[in-house]
């Protein structure tokens, strides 16, 4: 069975500094990975997807992610962060037989300080 | 881009009734939609796969008489929450698979207060 992991459930960053989102996944051969932001009032936002090749994934918003084999993960990476980027955040993995029927970490609420 | 909005985005209704949630893909057309519930400061988790012209599948432990889905257009699946009670009480979100771009974008969820 698949199963994602979201390590820490609240970061606090302050504005400018850099950012790093830990997701651990299980699944039996290479899942599909997603990384989703959700803001109060507005629906998931789709940040960036694996699903084959480069394994250093650029996204929107200036976000980018590493798959990384050996170790189950997919961490989720801001080099600067904006007050903007206060959200929930959400890893999400994917079989590659059904992959639109995505399992979801618990998340992890980021709080960005002036 | 490719918008999902749903309606109503709050409801409140007594026990003992019916909810219809309606999902819509706005600027595309899809085959395939999913309904998610999600609880208070917790993760998503995935309900039923909705799919144009046929049944939906049910993940293990969603009573499918409860929760009904119909998905009767390609922009449109619509969730029924039966006899609702209290315990049904949650914020519904639904996405939508764009087959083009193989994502799925999501609507910004319906909050559902049964009293």
């Known amino acids: 069975a698949q199963s994602v992991t979201q390590p820490d459930i609240h970061i606090t960053v302050s504005e400018g500094a850099s950012l790093e989102l830990r997701c651990n996944y299980s699944y039996g051969a290479t899942p599909y990975l997603f990384w989703y932001v959700q803001s109060p009032g507005q629906g998931l936002q789709l940040l960036l997807k694996?699903?084959?090749?480069?394994?250093l994934v650029q996204g929107i918003k200036g976000f980018e992610a590493e798959f990384k084999r050996s170790q189950s993960s997919f961490n989720l990476r801001k080099p600067s962060v904006h007050w903007s980027d206060a959200a929930e955040y959400f890893c999400a993995v994917g079989g590659t037989d059904s992959w639109g029927k995505l399992q979801f970490g618990a998340g992890t609420q980021v709080v960005v300080t002036p | 881009g490719a918008v999902v909005s749903q309606h109503p985005s709050w409801v409140i209704c007594k026990s003992g009734t019916s909810v219809k949630i309606e999902c819509r893909s706005l600027?595309?057309?899809?085959?395939?939609m999913f309904w998610y519930r999600q609880f208070p400061k917790q993760s998503l988790m995935l309900m039923a796969t909705?799919?144009?012209?046929?049944?939906?599948?049910?993940e293990q432990g969603v009573e499918k008489d409860k929760f009904l889905i119909n998905h009767a257009s390609l922009t449109l699946s619509t969730l029924t929450v039966t006899s609702a009670h209290p315990e049904d009480s949650s914020f519904y979100i639904c996405?939508?698979?764009?087959?083009?771009?193989?994502?799925?974008?999501f609507g910004p969820g319906t909050r559902l207060t049964v009293l």
């Open positions: 996405s939508a698979m764009h087959q083009s771009t193989d994502t799925q974008y």
């Open positions: 909705s799919n144009e012209g046929s049944k939906a599948t049910y």
């Open positions: 600027d595309f057309q899809a085959t395939t």
């Open positions: 694996y699903f084959s090749g480069d394994t």
